[in-house]
């Protein structure tokens, strides 16, 4: 099972989500350059975090216009699985693949430090081995990621359970002091409609090894190998 | 030829930054200043004929990329003189 | 045009150094030939006056692979790779503009690491500021801690520990020094050389600006007066366009095309071009209207004394040309050819084919002048390390919450919690205290780093000071089962041609080699920053030292915090009677006086031998070294970092000031003293370990319950509630922010 992912100029968290998916996790795993136009026939497709093109405009708007942009469109309309992480999440955003826009933490601030989330949904090729309403220790690490979207399309989202985690409490309450950046719902990560394409702010690839504090988020990318094992969530051509 | 951008975030959009912005002027005394909004501006240099075509690859330019209009507002105003106003 | 005295002056240059330029060239200097010299010849790029002290300093072992004189240090940590590290400061611009500042100091020591062929790892910075009720010091505050989490958050490498410090003395100089560490295959260690005539120099990254040019510098009236105006005080850091160089360098140095790199750092092309022209015994001749410039109408000299951050110069072998200029491109750079290295030892700068500057290269480098500043002994010391009467001490539990308060001792977090400190997968021990670690992919090791200073030690014994800066680094590492292999200092002191300072200077950095060659910490480089001084009042001398320790086994390291309920407390090394320069006579008494702890060196090096064996074995659970606040402090945060309570009863110490017994022992700052924890059933075979070492201990606890209990000599004087404690200490610094707004 292969594993794309994208480096944009500035990404800074692709050579983590490449350990965790070739070293940790044994999986094949491959760079694919901003300016390919080619998936190199990869299994999932992973945008990672980071600062592409310095985020000097807004975040993610000027990745959303690079060349491989296109392949990792056709490839989530096929129903292949894409994970935006952080940096990858507000690219997919800034490229309509998912509803809303990020906004600057409520703090103002950088924010670094593990939160809790909760699984809401099991039913998306990044989440089929967690249990429901699961609990995962999982860092963050951004400067802009208090989620928006207006209010009716929030409904939306809840109403068709595109809402995959939420910030919460160690004990599972989904609270305001549970909310790291002001994020609306405490959303902390969402998928689309067809249920193949997830974006979160949250770094499961900085949470896969016991020693660097969490393993937690492991679950999710053995939930993509899985997903794909399955036949659930593959491209179809 | 000269564009002149204005992005701000819709009114419904909550700003952090704007309000940080508001409570910090409070506490220096400027009470009188009730809300501030802060938003981004842009100069952009246009080889265009006319007002018109300056204006419409400005808008183009900032509905594309300069505005996420999810969360954004624009505004564009078009200078047809190339002349800078001394600062 | 002609060289006036006023023209020298302004370049900041002597009347016997100019005749010096003089002599060299055999003729008067062009304008551009005075600025060249002035900017090679200036304190911060010659360390001409604290050259003749450096040179004493340990700089060579049997890890070491580069000393001082690169871009970097360098040392073996096996599986053939090498740590590359330094420190290095941005205090003055940090001031003008904080954010800017901060963030370029962390920019410019970042090029540093991975212009030596390693890819940079972590980030440890070492702050101090003026006390954090003053707004103007807020703002100052804030907008370092911004700039740097903005600049290394988004290049992507972690900032892993630090530590900050807070003195009146620097409320109009802060004090911002930056250590990177990076990773490189030991063989494949690239230098800042320019050799082999015929060679091609490229020039790649930013456009220059008239950034940084020193204002002082410039002879406004006779020099053009708008270009004057144009020119920006403070550089601008881009950390996306560093992000670009840091990747594309490393590709590029993959393939062998490379003869040297160099970053444009202070003096930018001037120091870069002579530099590697002086190391490689080599020639070099560029033409300045090759250099892509970002404003119009820039002059030669201009263009040489420009510090536009983010530039690189290289030197590349004949015929690889167009292979490296392709890696570039496909990073969306530009390597621009400027010129080439000739045989001739001369620095030649042409504008549009017209020589501008013609200097040997060796007399900009080694051919500076060296001063042997005159010293004097301070007279402020003989009343400074006296001890005033302090009258009858406050309740012990009062001390123990005020010094939790005080911004020195309270909880980081508001800051670190900035900083992407994750980033990489590589941080095995958080950021909160003590070393930061990081493992070494790709092989079983880890790295221990920690940097450490304590200017009220230095200020009462600059000798004794700097050793126990020394000793704190290399304990913080040894804590976390680090071996220390190397060492690298940033200097900050106050203005050199006072004897005093100079004085203050030359007793630490003897102080500095003293611990070195005690611990086996060779110095492999770092930086020397003088004239921090405002009005004429100087900082409190303050040499901070980073330490580098191996740790052979990355599943065995000790962090700071307590592990389980039940484990017992042990005290290593000794207590004594020693208030003298801590925390709480400056908290509790508005103090800087007294004796600093005695160091005693050959007990500190039995003491890191010591926590690494037992931490390597796997029998030191926790440890964590008694620093400022003493003691109770040191125990309360081991409680605070996993929130289990302790209970502890240490031996009690005789003392020369009455009633101040439970002050000395709980808040005193004695040296070469860590709180450890071990499994109850383990505790003899601890003892005995120690004992071996030859290191005093004592079972002074265990860990459990949720209350902080201490006892002296079985007399119960400490009693607090644990989560008030912790509440007070972790939000300490976010209350001066959230209560009066950062841009307060």
Same mark, same amino acid.
């Given at each position: ?237 | ?87 | ?359 040997? *290269?060796?007399? +900009?480098?080694? $051919?500076? =002048?060296?001063?042997?500043?005159? &010293?004097?002994?301070? #007279?402020?010391?003989? !009343? ?103 060492? *690298?200092?940033? +200097?900050?002191? $106050?203005? =050199?041609?006072?004897?005093?300072? &100079?004085?203050?200077? #030359?007793?630490?950095? !003897? ?125 309360? !945060? ?107």
């Amino acid at each position: 099972m292969k594993f794309a992912i994208v480096v944009f100029p500035g990404s800074n968290c692709d050579h983590d989500a490449y350990h965790a998916t070739k070293h940790v996790l044994g999986q094949e795993a491959a760079f694919v350059w901003h300016k390919d136009t080619s998936l190199q026939g990869a299994d999932v497709v992973i945008l990672p975090g980071g600062f592409a093109h310095g985020d000097y405009l807004r975040t993610g708007a000027v990745a959303r216009f690079s060349p491989i942009m296109p392949a990792v469109q056709r490839f989530a309309e096929a129903g292949g699985p894409v994970l935006g992480i952080c940096n990858g999440f507000q690219v997919l955003l800034e490229a309509g693949l998912l509803p809303g826009a990020m906004l600057r933490n409520r703090s103002i601030r950088f924010q670094c430090e593990h939160v809790v989330v909760k699984v809401e949904c099991t039913d998306t090729p990044f989440t089929s081995r967690c249990s429901p309403d699961q609990l995962l220790r999982i860092p963050i690490a951004h400067g802009e990621g208090n989620y928006y979207a207006e209010p009716e399309i929030v409904e939306q989202l809840e109403a068709r359970r595109q809402v995959i985690f939420r910030y919460a409490t160690a004990s599972g309450a989904v609270t305001p002091e549970a909310n790291p950046n002001g994020s609306v719902r405490n959303i902390a990560g969402l998928c689309n409609e067809r249920r193949n394409v997830v974006g979160m702010m949250p770094h499961p690839e900085r949470a896969c090894e016991l020693a660097i504090g969490s393993a937690d988020g492991l679950l999710l990318l053995e939930s993509a190998v899985h997903s794909v094992g399955q036949g659930t969530f593959v491209t179809t051509p | 030829m000269r564009a002149r951008v204005f992005v701000t975030l819709k009114p419904s959009v909550f700003d952090p930054q704007g309000t940080i912005v508001t409570d910090a002027l409070h506490t220096l005394g400027y009470d009188a200043v009730k809300n501030v909004r802060q938003g981004k501006y842009f100069e952009l240099e246009i080889d265009a004929g006319s007002e018109e075509e300056a204006r419409r690859l400005a808008l183009e330019a900032a509905d594309k990329l300069l505005a996420n209009t999810v969360i954004e507002s624009y505004r564009v105003e078009v200078e047809s003189s190339t002349e800078r106003s001394v600062p | 045009m002609t060289i006036t005295d006023d023209i020298v002056k302004r370049h900041g240059l002597a009347p016997d150094e100019y005749q010096r330029i003089l002599e060299m060239l055999g003729r008067e200097p062009t304008l551009t030939e005075l600025g060249i010299f002035s900017v090679m010849w200036s304190e911060h790029c010659s360390y001409k006056s604290s050259r003749v002290h450096l040179k004493t300093l340990p700089t060579t072992g049997a890890r070491v692979i580069q000393g001082p004189g690169e871009n970097a240090g360098a040392v073996d940590i096996g599986d053939g790779l090498a740590a590359v590290f330094k420190i290095e400061s941005h205090n003055h611009p940090s001031f003008i503009e904080p954010y800017q500042g901060a963030a370029t100091g962390v920019g410019g020591i970042i090029r540093d690491i991975f212009t030596m062929g390693a890819r940079p790892i972590a980030l440890l910075n070492s702050l101090r500021f003026g006390p954090l009720d003053e707004p103007l010091v807020r703002r100052t505050f804030a907008g370092v801690v911004a700039g740097i989490g903005g600049y290394g958050n988004s290049i992507g490498i972690p900032t892993v520990g630090g530590e900050i410090g807070f003195d009146e003395s620097y409320t109009g100089n802060p004090l911002v020094n930056v250590f990177c560490l990076g990773i490189a295959k030991a063989d494949e260690i690239i230098k800042g050389v320019a050799s082999g005539a015929g060679n091609a120099v490229y020039y790649v990254g930013a456009k220059t600006g008239r950034d940084g040019i020193h204002g002082a510098t410039m002879a406004s009236a006779e020099f053009d007066e708008k270009s004057a105006e144009k020119r920006p005080a403070v550089q601008v850091g881009d950390p996306f366009m560093e992000k670009l160089l840091l990747e594309a360098c490393l590709e590029v140095m993959k393939t062998d095309a490379l003869v040297g790199i160099q970053d444009m750092g202070a003096a930018g092309l001037t120091c870069s071009t002579c530099e590697m022209g002086a190391r490689g015994g080599a020639g070099v001749e560029i033409d300045v209207s090759h250099v892509p410039q970002r404003e119009a109408g820039m002059t030669p000299y201009e263009i040489m004394l420009s510090e536009s951050q983010e530039r690189m110069l290289l030197v590349v072998k004949q015929g690889r040309e167009s292979e490296v200029e392709r890696i570039f491109e496909k990073w969306d750079l530009h390597a621009v050819r400027i010129g080439e290295v000739t045989t001739d030892g001369l620095m030649r700068v042409k504008s549009d084919g017209e020589v501008v500057a013609e200097i040997r *290269t060796e007399s +900009l480098t080694d $051919g500076a =002048p060296l001063y042997h500043r005159p &010293m004097t002994e301070p #007279a402020y010391l003989t !009343e400074a390390r006296r001890l005033p009467s302090l009258g009858a001490p406050r309740p012990a539990d009062e001390v123990f919450r005020r010094l939790l308060l005080s911004p020195g001792i309270a909880s980081k977090r508001w800051v670190y919690r900035q900083y992407d400190h994750m980033v990489r997968t590589n941080t095995l021990v958080l950021p909160g205290m003590g070393a930061g670690v990081v493992r070494v992919k790709g092989t079983s090791r880890a790295l221990a780093l920690s940097v450490d200073g304590n200017g009220r030690f230095v200020y009462l014994d600059p000798y004794a000071g700097a050793q126990l800066a020394v000793a704190e680094a290399a304990r913080n590492v040894a804590c976390a089962g680090g071996q220390p292999i190397g060492g *690298t200092n940033c +200097l900050n002191f $106050g203005n =050199p041609e006072r004897p005093e300072i &100079m004085w203050q200077f #030359a007793r630490a950095v !003897e102080g500095i080699g003293a611990a070195c060659r005690a611990l086996d910490i060779p110095i492999t480089g770092g930086n020397v920053s003088l004239y921090n001084e405002t009005d004429g009042t100087p900082i409190l001398p303050t040499p901070v030292l980073g330490v580098v320790g191996l740790i052979e086994d990355a599943t065995m390291i000790a962090s700071g915090g307590f592990r389980s309920e039940g484990d017992s407390i042990l005290l290593l090394g000794e207590t004594l009677d020693e208030l003298g320069g801590s925390a709480y006579l400056k908290v509790m008494h508005g103090l800087v006086r007294g004796v600093p702890p005695r160091l005693d060196l050959q007990r500190e090096a039995a003491l890191l031998r010591l926590l690494v064996k037992g931490v390597s074995c796997g029998l030191v659970r926790s440890a964590h070294d008694c620093a400022e606040g003493g003691l109770a402090v040191a125990l309360a !945060e081991c409680c605070f970092e996993t929130g289990l309570g302790a209970e502890a009863d240490v031996p009690r110490v005789e003392t020369a000031l009455p009633g101040f017994r439970d002050v000395s022992v709980l808040f005193g700052e004695s040296a070469s003293r860590v709180l450890v924890s071990v499994s109850a059933g383990r505790v003899a075979e601890m003892e005995t370990l120690a004992a071996e070492a030859g290191v005093p201990v004592a079972t002074v606890g265990r860990v459990g319950g949720d209350r902080i209990r201490i006892a002296v000599g079985g007399r119960a004087v400490l009693d607090e509630p644990l989560a008030a404690a912790e509440r007070l200490w972790s939000d300490a610094i976010g209350n001066y922010f959230e209560s009066q707004h950062a841009t307060g």
